[in-house]
């Protein structure tokens, strides 16, 4: 243990001379004194809660930002104790803990430190909980950390039954149909030692169409990408039914070619002589296998070492509603650290001054540029969704929906957990 990790007790408690014992015993006090009162505790008041444990703890100046629908502010969390007001994620230090998932410090001007923690839900980014210390050691950077976890957690948690935290999310009006595709999304991203995934959509205030799914079920990743035909109300509706139907065959562990027959049926018995395109996708963890079924998507960008190497081609199977015919499996082996980029038309499809088409030799240029960067899926897909917002001068007369999925390599659960039996002793065993 260091020298600050003793002199300086976790988050500003004031003994002067404590062991690591004393020093977690203060700490796992003031986490667990959150969790208590919490449990019951009604939403509006759990920043409230926070500010007032930090308080006690010696801290002050909290602030909790969470990040808005289209992913370029952080917006503060009112309530009792709490400070904070709307800020930019690019050029902020907020912004910078938020975007590069990790703790930024400063130091003012009377010797104290502002702390900017990431609030991650497992990988999830929420937002960032800001606090300042009169001074910051190992042992205060370690349990404002976890802080920053335990409060993520209950947002997220809170948030299944109360629209506060997501009325503070919302910087302008949104649309009906974007609400009931907001509502309808899993998380934006996921991140594990196997695969990192992260999809965003624009106009996220008024998409009505684009939508995308996941799940991450043993070492099998399940993808989906859709985009209903039309813009708005119908194609929301649209674009959900179709997520419903994919879910419905997923839990059941349907195959893919099964599961492009139900989600075809369900879309045309629903919405004659309408359609919906879509992707749906297997990664094997293990292996690195991926298939595929395209539905009347662009072909998938596929990148290594920052450069695109490929699209996956192959035949098009015609789109959700216009089926009847056996769908086209395609398949290929990727390698560790390989990325997808999945996308819909109106990405490469919005017209620029002039009339020419965006495209996707654009599309290619700047998912190299922001791959080569090294940055995590989460934030690679931020930024090339702005840029791409940029570059076609704001446009948005279509959806523009990308997903992002790097494999990281095959799963090393032993090493994850590696004191966990193959099987649990029974009650018979045990005697």
Not at 12 to 30: K, Q, Y
Not at 163 to 189: G, I, K, N, V, Y
Not at 273 to 292: H, V
């Amino acid at each position: 243990m260091t020298s600050d990790e003793v002199d300086q007790p976790p988050v500003g408690f004031r003994p002067v001379h404590v062991d690591r014992s004393v020093a977690e015993s203060l700490g796992e006090a003031m986490l667990g004194s959150l969790l208590d009162r919490a449990h019951l505790i009604p939403p509006r008041l759990v920043g409230p809660l926070v500010a007032q444990e930090v308080h006690a703890a010696g801290g002050s100046d909290v602030a909790i930002f969470l990040q808005d629908y289209d992913q370029r502010h952080l917006q503060p969390l009112e309530g009792k104790g709490l400070t904070g007001e709307r800020t930019p994620i690019d050029g902020s230090s907020p912004g910078r803990a938020f975007a590069g998932d990790e703790l930024v410090e400063e130091t003012l001007g009377d010797g104290s430190v502002r702390m900017f923690l990431p609030m991650l839900d497992g990988s999830d980014r929420v937002g960032v909980l800001s606090l300042r210390l009169p001074a910051v050691g190992d042992g205060d950077r370690r349990l404002a950390q976890r802080l920053a976890g335990l409060v993520a957690d209950l947002i997220v948690t809170k948030s299944a039954y109360t629209d506060t935290f997501a009325r503070a999310r919302t910087a302008e009006p949104m649309s009906l149909a974007a609400q009931l595709q907001w509502a309808t999304l899993p998380p934006l991203m996921m991140t594990t030692p196997d695969v990192d995934l992260a999809g965003i959509l624009e106009p996220a205030y008024s998409v009505g169409g684009d939508a995308f799914d996941f799940a991450f079920d043993d070492h099998l990743l399940h993808l989906g990408l859709f985009d209903a035909m039309g813009h708005g109300l119908e194609a929301a509706t649209m674009a959900t039914l179709a997520i419903a139907a994919y879910r419905h065959g997923r839990r059941r562990a349907v195959e893919l070619p099964e599961l492009y027959a139900e989600m075809d049926r369900v879309v045309a018995g629903s919405f004659p002589n309408r359609f919906a395109t879509a992707q749906i996708a297997r990664l094997d963890t293990r292996s690195g296998e991926l298939s595929w079924v395209n539905a009347g998507h662009p072909a998938p960008l596929w990148v290594r070492d920052g450069r695109v190497i490929d699209e996956l081609t192959g035949p098009v199977s015609r789109p959700l509603g216009l089926g009847g015919e056996e769908p086209h499996v395609e398949s290929v082996q990727l390698e560790p650290g390989d990325r997808l980029l999945f996308f819909t038309d109106g990405v490469v499809e919005e017209r620029l001054d002039g009339g020419e088409q965006f495209g996707e030799a654009r599309l290619r240029e700047m998912i190299e540029r922001t791959t080569t960067e090294g940055l995590s899926a989460a934030e690679s897909v931020r930024r090339l969704s702005h840029a791409l917002m940029a570059a076609r001068a704001g446009r948005t007369s279509d959806d523009a929906s990308l997903l992002l999925v790097e494999w990281k390599q095959p799963p090393h659960d032993d090493e994850l957990a590696p004191d966990i039996p193959e099987s649990m002793p029974t009650d018979g065993d045990a005697r």
